[in-house]
């Protein structure tokens, strides 16, 4: 294995829990609200539900396969070649979501905190500081993540507790005014931000020690998120009200600026995009990490810290070309995103499980018949 570092129980489940929420916090409440409106909670529920299904499967491959990579999953179950096929697939589906973090932090930046600042200039920045996270390696930047936890949910909490004289309850009303359709379709939209995006989790598993009850982890880590970005939608709706959430790129960050006791505690959106910042730099971090560590298991070459910087530029360069406007990149995640995430996140795990398990089932009786021989 590459990786030679280990990470406990307790920074695979801040990993996981911060990885869900990182583009969430941003991106959840303007997609679901956009489409179910009022709504959008009861989506978040559904997708929620469905998120912690797919870590079932997860969770199963990971049990069978502990101390392998996705990609060394890949080449046990399909063969040399036709594993190492769906791991390049794999590895283009992890540059994709990087290229596509990188962007979303991006444009957060330029939108509504350094307005003035070309976006490449915020990127290779964002970039250089992810680049250097990867090279310190898995265990480095895990720690790191222990340390942050605590300041990204005393501003949640702080956030969530400032905006109860803000809120409205007529906003969630009335109930399901459009049918069931739009719900359903949010929460599928839910499925490719965030859940589906954790099986990159896989290419970092074998790293955990103990390598017991890693399905435990991954579920209640996925649980927490989950939690964590249906609080954010419900109060969007609640504070922000359907209408006016969908005209905001990133209702997050306007809600910290509602927040105002006494006249005194007032714009602490600055919080909210520190609280992103550091969410996203996480995510940005464990996607770029897997994308280097899958093309140095594909290739067989024997570190993947070597890769970090010609990827780094890769990535920047083609941040920009997949999307060259905020108004394409949204267009982009409605209509692209969820399928893509759902192919790798869902079709491809279970084409994993599904062969492995007939495997099983034929290697099983072949050994009855020799033995009854």
Avoid: C
Avoid at 158 to 176: A, D, Q, R, T
Avoid at 314 to 336: D, E, G, H, R, W
Wanted: aromatic share 14%; glycine share 6%.
């Amino acid at each position: 294995m590459l990786e030679k570092g280990k990470i406990s129980h307790t920074q695979l489940f801040i990993l996981v829990m911060t990885f869900e929420i990182g583009t969430s916090l941003l991106l959840a409440p303007f997609l679901m609200v956009a489409v179910a409106k009022q709504d959008a909670w009861i989506s978040m529920l559904i997708g929620l539900s469905s998120g912690l299904l797919l870590v079932f499967f997860y969770a199963t491959l990971v049990k069978r396969y502990s101390q392998l990579t996705l990609v060394e999953m890949s080449e046990q179950v399909l063969g040399k070649w036709a594993g190492k096929g769906v791991s390049l697939l794999f590895f283009f589906y992890f540059l994709v979501l990087t290229a596509g973090l990188l962007r979303i932090i991006g444009d957060f930046i330029t939108t509504h905190i350094m307005p003035e600042t070309p976006i490449t200039a915020i990127e290779i920045t964002f970039m250089l500081i992810v680049v250097y996270g990867t090279r310190l390696g898995l265990e480095v930047f895990s720690r790191t993540s222990e340390v942050v936890l605590p300041w990204i949910m005393m501003f949640f909490f702080l956030l969530v507790f400032m905006l109860l004289p803000e809120i409205h309850l007529k906003n969630l009303f009335p109930l399901v005014e459009d049918g069931i359709k739009p719900v359903i379709k949010a929460a599928f939209l839910s499925l490719g931000v965030p859940f589906a995006d954790i099986i990159v989790f896989l290419m970092i598993t074998p790293a955990v020690s103990p390598s017991r009850k890693l399905g435990k982890v991954l579920f209640f880590s996925t649980l927490t998120g989950g939690m964590i970005i249906f609080v954010i939608v419900l109060m969007a709706i609640l504070v922000l009200g359907p209408n006016q959430t969908t005209q905001l790129n990133y209702p997050i960050y306007v809600l910290a600026q509602r927040v105002n006791i006494g006249n005194f505690i007032q714009r602490i959106e600055v919080l909210a995009g520190g609280m992103v910042f550091i969410a996203i730099f996480i995510k940005t971090t464990i996607s770029f990490y897997s994308l280097s560590l899958s093309f140095a298991q594909i290739f067989n070459l024997k570190e993947y810290k070597m890769l970090s910087f010609p990827f780094g530029m890769i990535v920047i360069f083609f941040a920009n070309i997949m999307s060259p406007n905020i108004i394409f990149f949204q267009t982009f995640l409605f209509k692209s995103w969820t399928p893509i995430v759902l192919l790798f996140g869902i079709l491809f795990p279970l084409l994993l499980l599904g062969i492995d398990t007939i495997k099983i089932g034929f290697n099983k009786r072949r050994n009855n018949i020799l033995g009854s021989r």
